[in-house]
DNA sequence: GTGTTAGATTCAGAGATACTGAAATAATAG
DNA sequence: CTATTATTTCAGTATCTCTGAATCTAACAC
């Protein structure tokens, strides 16, 4: 927190050094004016403003024409620089508003990035090359916290149990979750399933499989966690208990473990997430665009 | 001649940068209008402004307090950017107004900048020391050529016979022109005086010269011609003619030459030119003082 | 829950500011 | 000297920006 001064700084306005850098470029001040678009009053007017302000005179008269004192080309020079500057600005804004340009940090769970949308980031990543793409992958409760402190402007998560506040979300696709056991084990009634290995218990696909097991009259005793479900499938070829996944191709045939039934146990729901009444953002916009849309997955 | 674009940009004033700073600089609006000195009413109303015109909105509400975009940050940089080279502008403008500091382009004659204020200008620039200060020496011709075509600032020149068009000149000092001979051929009447080395004829010291011999009843043909007094002393020595010349200490005794009598025939007159109708420029002020003023010589 | 308080915004009006167009001034060209 | 053109000054209008009051909102106390 710094102490801003109390001097008062001159109001200087970019219209005004804009009015001396054309003045300074133009053998006329009528000229100047006129790729100004304003009258040559206008522009008198605004430099004796300038003049004012910086509390220097800026102008010798010579005959017709005024010239500029040799001792403001201080003054010119922070004049050129501020119009550039503000030029700078002003391009990078519009492009800002156009969405053609920007910086969005999106997070997703895992699955979102690595399989259901990689092809649909990665084809914005190519239609957008101006957007600056952050991509954190992240459990859902911790992408959910990035958004509401302002480290994320668009999630894809898992949706929360309860509704989180300020935090608007827009339904993606729906995954079903099966319930896998180690070989051998298989054709059990659902009360005899687990042990269980799965999500730590602020998972919020932890809550969606405890919801579906309860549904089914399976009880849920959890021996093991771990955020990654290739750690809960090795767990499960090892031997040390149940899990509930989504399905991943190549994972059910020999390979150590096997589904418990055909039929998902529960289904999890992705959801795109934004923060409630955030200014539009162009870039953002576009990209939840492609990752809600029907043709956006593969 | 630059094109600067059709495109107009976005007036931005210092203040609403200003403004934007002081908000992100302090936790709440209420004590940022306060260092600003404002209501926070005209805060709200100017960051408003500042939005309409960058195009973009830069603050996202959280809860009470707002906060700004990330987004926005690029906003930011480009405000305290402005905001500081503003503030080095001021303080610049300050020193120049004030005098203490500036460039002050001094044009003088030799004899000036040698002898008669030789100290004036040494103690000036030890005791203005911000001051930067430039001297050329030359004839006052070029000087006046100098002021009135803004390359010099400040010149002591000889007055010229015919007033200066846009010049203001300000009475300095008078300086004896003495008749020198070379050694053996002094006490002559002036009809026999010459023939004569002396400055160019575009030299105003040499008009002041003719127009003195005139007086004194002495013929003026010329037949060698120097800017420099000590070319002119030597060609003396040599005996190739007479001279008129400022007094020289140790030029009298045994060197050759020596005066042919003891009033001076001439005297020039020394002035301070300025540009008329030139802006205030107290550094130039400054100098203009310790040059003029009675005790400003050796 | 409700009430209180402080921060932030909105609104209306006063004052400052910046523009246009017309008139006046100054300087160059014929 | 006159005509022409560049520039400034002036008056009036439109816009902008401020203050102060009222309103709204969120946080806090009870």
Redo the contacts with the bound molecule.
């Keep these: 927190m710094l102490e801003t001064g109390l001097q008062s700084l001159p109001n200087l306005?970019v219209?005004?050094l804009e009015y001396l850098v054309a003045a300074t470029d133009h053998p006329?001040?009528?000229?100047a004016a006129a790729t100004l678009?304003?009258?040559?009053?206008?522009?008198?007017?605004?430099l004796?403003?300038l003049e004012r302000r910086v509390g220097l005179p800026l102008?010798e008269?010579h005959?017709?024409?005024?010239e500029l004192r040799h001792q403001a080309t201080e003054v010119l020079t922070h004049a050129r620089r501020v119009v550039a500057e503000t030029r700078d600005l002003a391009r990078w804004a519009a492009a800002q508003r156009s969405g053609s340009a920007g910086v969005v940090r999106l997070g997703t769970i895992d699955a979102v990035a690595v399989q259901h949308r990689a092809e649909a980031i990665r084809a914005f990543h190519s239609n957008h090359p101006e957007v600056d793409l952050h991509l954190t992958v992240a459990p859902s409760g911790s992408l959910l916290e990035g958004l509401v402190g302002g480290d994320l402007d668009l999630i894809v998560c898992v949706e929360p149990v309860r509704a989180s506040e300020g935090v608007a979300f827009t339904h993606c696709f729906d995954e079903p979750l099966h319930v896998y056991a180690p070989e051998g084990e298989l054709r059990r009634p659902p009360s005899q399933w687990g042990p269980w290995v799965t999500f730590p218990s602020d998972s919020h696909t932890r809550a969606v499989i405890a919801s579906g097991l309860a549904n089914a009259g399976a009880p849920f005793d959890v021996v093991a966690e771990s955020n990654q479900p290739e750690v809960l499938r090795e767990m499960v070829r090892l031997g040390l208990g149940w899990t509930v996944l989504p399905p991943v191709a190549g994972t059910t045939a020999g390979s150590g473990m096997a589904a418990a039934r055909s039929e998902p146990v529960a289904h999890r729901h992705l959801v795109v997430g934004r923060r409630e009444g955030s200014p539009p953002d162009p870039a953002a916009d576009a990209l939840a665009v492609v990752l809600i849309g029907p043709g956006a997955g593969r």
């Design positions: 306005t219209q005004q006329t001040r009528a000229a678009g304003v009258t040559p009053s206008a522009l008198t007017q605004g004796a403003e102008f008269r005959g017709r024409h005024t």
